[in-house]
């Protein structure tokens, strides 16, 4: 339990972390290839690819598409899997709940975090 | 981005230290903060106590806790002289709830204070039902 708990809390943290956030916001509508985020939304390169690597593997983000440049290269799309987070704060304890786009075992449910009392 | 700090209601308090959502939330989803807004729940302890009790370097503690003190969230309620005759300042937390809300791509925040002063960052919370469960 302890564990599940850090993991939802590194969940949390990742989801206000200032690049995971915008790479968030940016795949919400439309899948985006790093670079394009990269570019768009001022995050260094290697930084967004290596956000962007954490985020799939936490299940935010998901390859929606390869695509060929002109070029020859192939690209991956991203696309957000987040539908809504929301962390609250009552009485000395922290408790996240997530939605996601996807079936997922955590989808909408309360997640205590460890509180004031357990702390 | 371009979020902007929105206050609506009477009882908001009229500063917002400029900060956005994204630093306002992370002033709760910050490791060391959590833990120091925890530390402080209803109990009066000293920077020293929680470096010890809650495993966070003491210099980061010092930092987080002017942060935290800085953004209203806890405040010092009493300095109090040790056996070495060194002060040493006790710290209480001012935060009753806090709300951090990510939809639609957005972030807002909302922090009510003991004093029962609410502050907003990121828009509109009209209508939100946060008690919705």
Known sequence: MGTDAMREKDISRLLTDEYAERILVATQANPRSVQEISDKHDIPIAA???????????????????????KGKTMKLYRSLLKSAQLVYEEGVFRVKFEFDYDKDINGKWIELNGARTA | MGFESVENGGSVSPENDGMNPLQASQLLTDEYSAKILLATYK?????????LRYGIPIAACYRKIRTLEEAGLITCVDRILTQKGKRKNLYTSCLKNAYIFFENGRLRARFQLATGAVRDFGGDWNGVDLLKQ
């Open chain 1, 48 to 70: 967004c690819y290596r956000k962007i690597h954490e985020l799939e593997n936490a299940g935010f983000l998901r390859c929606a598409e390869i695509v060929t440049t002109p």
């Open chain 2, 43 to 51: 109990r009066r302890i000293s920077a020293q106590e929680i470096s």
